[in-house]
């Protein structure tokens, strides 16, 4: 008992004794009297000596309050020496902050005199790192869950590896620079306005917003964008948007290394506020929306008649279409190929594209981007004017000029760009599928296209003969299966049931039992089972497509399914014409043609 | 033996927590503005001048190559005085103090302080507001 007690209470006096060395001798504490010592020695008058003397180790602490936030920097109490210049060639956290001229500071009568005194601005506004911090591991964000590690100078231990040897360095400082000198060529922030310009270069502002600069609504606000996330997280979403966020639309651009550091260090410097604006300067961007601002960066172009298709190439080359549009030798490699738009589209059809893009291809990701009615009507006449048709020798040179940018070059519907299109391009492997449509469908399906989807009509492209060509190498390179004689099928040619209130009420019902489980209770194609089919249910409110399709085809589909995929032929689930047909007046019901011609094109 | 180690461990600990009650009775870091800070250059106070820095609550005094700091701050109830043709006077209450801040009329109970100041290695003139000097103590440049 009595060596319990012993022991017990000697456990107690060595828990009590390290807390006390760690609350009493801090490396703070070392780093200062380190400091006293040294600079003692350096000093060079008695006063200088005895004010040293009167200093003993404590808490320095810079309070920020000039820029609308208070900021508590306790920094200086390791980097105490910070600014006294004689520490220059010391090794931190004992050295002399530098000197330069980029920073503003200046020389006067051969001493220094700095621009961003520590006082007034402390040093976490341009370095980050937690201020309040007095253990390096906290002070300088190493802790992976602290908000903001210090920029530039540390890659944290989690961070992502791969990306690690590109984000050292005080390059990225630039970012913090630019949250208060955000006018364009400010010097110094030359990686910052890179960035600025590769965001509109690369289309981001049409898909994200910032306040004052872009107001795309398809993408995140990527207002407070620097605040909230790190470096390599920002690097890692532009690099390869979907290695990080595996739901992600956003495309793979085709940028360099230097490309996105530039991106990630402009993102870095969007921080919702800027420091240096006043209030009566935010709250006029609020009110605003920072319109002016957008229109200062994209100014609109004065479209003169005679240049109207000269004007129209420069927008479309200039204004980032070929971010993601293939035309001619360029080639972002994310949407389809406009080299011979003018060939496969007609001039209705690109100028409504171009003005609201869900209007021709409801599942479209493209933005709608703010051009005026000039800008508009020039760059639809130029991309009208693209008529030439490349050289087709062959089905299968055709496949690889027209189609594998969708179909993927094994014919699967995997081709490169086949990620960002909605409905997926049809897996022509699929046996099944290809094998219960008639050549003639197939053939039609080329050259009309699919209406309200990305598949064209190539039929203005091809002719009859060229298209059974590509069907015929289709067949016999990617099918392959030898086609069976089709089963004749009796389907009506007209839909027998009129379309009336109570047939749509019958059609409803029915919808809701049968179908709303892969195509929606909303009939988008988007229900709980359509989460691991492959290809995805019907979009079955793409007016445009549903316009296009007759009543005998929707029969089949319903009636006898649609093999090579989840659609299971309902005729074996006791369906018959006539639930079909108020099945056909529930779809037809909800995609009416609005009036004003819209969809006018749709059906041709 | 024992019974020495049990009172050896009670009594080191109980020393221990007296002296960090004793320490940390007090915090050693609060949310206010620092009181050591920098006033700029000494060539910001040309020699004769009587320069107050409101936000501080300082009157800096130049005399030829010594510099000092007082506070204006007045002891009576915490206003801030002015500077008058005679040293200090308070506009609410009507204290008044001399140059060197003794009280001369009023209800201001006791002479305004002066802090100490000294030279940074930067070559800024550093106030602590935490320290307190004998009235009349000049800093030589």
């Known amino acids: 008992m009595r060596i319990a007690l012993a022991i017990g209470t000697f456990f107690i006096l060595l828990i009590h004794g390290i807390v006390f060395y760690d609350q009493f001798f801090h490396r703070w504490e070392r780093n200062q009297i380190a400091y006293f010592d040294q600079a003692r020695a350096m000093a060079k008058t008695d006063a200088e000596r005895a004010a040293l003397s009167d200093r003993s180790p404590r808490i320095e602490q810079i309070v920020v309050s000039n820029f609308g936030e208070t900021r508590v920097d306790r920094c200086t109490t390791c980097h105490i020496a910070s600014d006294d210049p004689r520490f220059a060639t010391y090794a931190q956290p004992l050295r002399t902050h530098p000197y330069s001229i980029a920073m503003g500071d200046a020389q006067k009568d051969g001493k220094w005199e700095r621009r961003h005194k520590f006082s007034e601005f402390g040093c976490t506004v341009c370095h980050d790192g937690q201020g309040r911090g007095l253990e390096p591991k906290y002070s300088h964000g190493e802790d992976e869950y602290w908000p903001d590690p210090l920029l530039g100078h540390t890659t944290q231990e989690s961070w992502r590896k791969d990306y690690a040897p590109k984000l050292k360095g005080g390059e990225y400082l630039e970012a913090n620079c630019a949250q208060c000198h955000t006018d364009p060529g400010f010097a110094g922030t030359a990686t910052v306005e890179k960035g600025r310009k590769l965001f509109f270069a690369t289309n981001c502002y049409g898909c994200h917003r910032i306040e004052g600069l872009s107001d795309g609504t398809i993408g995140p606000d990527l207002t407070e964008v620097g605040k909230k996330w790190k470096l390599d997280y920002l690097w890692g979403r532009i690099a390869d948007p979907r290695a990080i966020l595996a739901t992600s639309i956003m495309p793979k651009f085709n940028l360099k290394d230097d490309e996105i550091k530039a991106l990630v260090v402009f993102l870095k410097s969007r921080k919702g506020r800027n420091f240096a604006e006043t209030e009566i300067q935010r709250y006029k961007v609020k009110l605003t929306g920072g319109a002016e601002l957008v229109q200062a960066t994209i100014k609109p172009v004065e479209i003169k008649p005679a240049e109207m298709l000269k004007q129209g190439e420069k927008l479309i080359l200039d204004r980032a279409c070929t971010a993601c549009h293939k035309l001619g030798a360029r080639d972002g490699g994310i949407a389809p190929d406009l080299s011979f738009e003018g060939a496969i589209k007609d001039e209705q059809w690109i100028s409504d594209h171009f003005r609201n893009p869900k209007s021709t291809m409801p599942d479209s990701i493209m933005p709608t981007f703010r051009f005026t009615d000039d800008e508009f009507k020039a760059m639809t006449a130029y991309l009208v004017s693209l008529k030439a048709a490349p050289a087709l020798a062959n089905g299968e040179a055709t496949y690889k000029a027209l189609c594998l940018r969708c179909h993927g070059e094994k014919g699967d519907g995997n081709g490169p760009i086949a990620i960002h299109l909605d409905p997926f391009p049809r897996d022509l492997t699929k046996a099944g599928f290809m094998n219960s449509k008639s050549d003639q469908r197939l053939v039609d399906s080329i050259r009309n296209g699919v209406a309200g989807t990305s598949m064209p009509a190539w039929g203005k492209l091809l002719t009859d003969e060229q298209a059974k060509g590509v069907l015929a190498y289709i067949q016999t390179a990617y099918t392959k299966e030898p086609r069976r004689e089709l089963k004749a099928r009796q389907l009506p040619e007209k839909n027998p049931i009129a379309m009336s209130a109570e047939s749509v009420a019958r059609g409803e019902a029915q919808f809701v039992n049968r179908c709303a489980g892969c195509h929606g209770k909303k009939a988008d194609g988007k229900g709980p089972n359509s989460l691991d089919i492959q290809p995805k249910p019907r979009n079955l409110r793409n007016a445009r497509f549903v316009g296009s399709v007759d009543d005998r085809r929707l029969f089949e589909s319903i009636l006898y399914g649609v093999q090579g995929t989840a659609m299971p032929p309902w005729i074996d689930y006791g369906l018959n014409n006539n639930d079909v047909g108020d099945l056909v007046n529930f779809i037809r019901s909800i995609n009416q043609k609005p009036k004003g011609g819209q969809n006018a094109v749709a059906t041709k | ?141």
């Open chain 2, 1 to 141: 033996m024992l019974g020495w180690l049990t009172g050896l461990g009670l009594f080191g600990s109980g020393i221990l927590s007296a002296i960090s009650n004793f320490v940390f009775i007090k915090p050693r870091a609060t949310y206010g503005q620092p009181q050591r800070f920098s006033i700029g250059k000494p060539d910001d106070f040309p020699p004769g001048v009587r320069a107050t820095l409101g936000a501080r609550g300082l009157c800096v005094v130049r005399e030829g190559n010594k510099i000092a700091a007082l506070s204006t701050t007045c002891t009576h109830l915490g206003c801030i005085v002015g500077v008058s043709d005679s040293g200090f006077a308070c506009p609410c209450h009507g204290s008044r103090f001399d140059q060197d801040g003794t009280v001369t009329g009023g209800p201001a109970p006791r002479p305004l302080p002066w802090y100490k100041v000294t030279l940074a290695p930067n070559g800024e003139l550093e106030v602590d507001k935490d320290i307190e000097i004998t009235p009349g103590s000049y800093l030589s440049l």
